[in-house]
């Protein structure tokens, strides 16, 4: 099958950490710009962050810069998102996704299930 699975995501204390995990089958994600969006309830999805299939470059949203980290492995076919520095506000659905760059303006081919983190005391 042609599918993205996440998993990582759980309960955490304000100022810890988790990494989010993003699974590729079916398709190679080093051909791919992967993008992490999140959720939040009564709100709109937010695009978070972004690899670049070509040159290497990363992208984050001013809500996360500083704090949150994408990275591949291609051996692996896995993306990954390191979370820092939590805060409640962070609290969402977090979801990957797959298209043809960063910068483009394509629709995302590939999506995953998304996975609950909660930042709470």
């Known amino acids: 099958q042609v599918q993205l699975v996440e998993s990582g995501g759980g309960l955490v204390q ?10 590729a089958s079916g398709f190679s994600l080093a051909d791919y710009a992967i993008g992490w969006f999140r959720q939040a309830p009564g709100k709109e999805r937010e695009g978070i962050s972004c690899s670049s299939d070509s040159d290497g470059s990363t992208y984050y949203a001013d809500s996360v810069k500083g704090r949150f980290t994408i990275s591949r492995d291609n051996a692996k076919n896995t993306v990954y998102l390191q979370m820092n520095s939590l ?24 999506w995953g299930q998304g996975t609950q983190v909660t930042v709470s005391s």
């Open 14 to 23: 304000p100022g810890g950490s988790l990494r989010l995990s993003c699974a």
């Open 87 to 110: 805060k409640p506000e962070d609290t969402a659905v977090y979801y990957c996704a797959a298209r043809g760059g960063c910068l483009s303006n394509s629709k995302y081919d590939y």
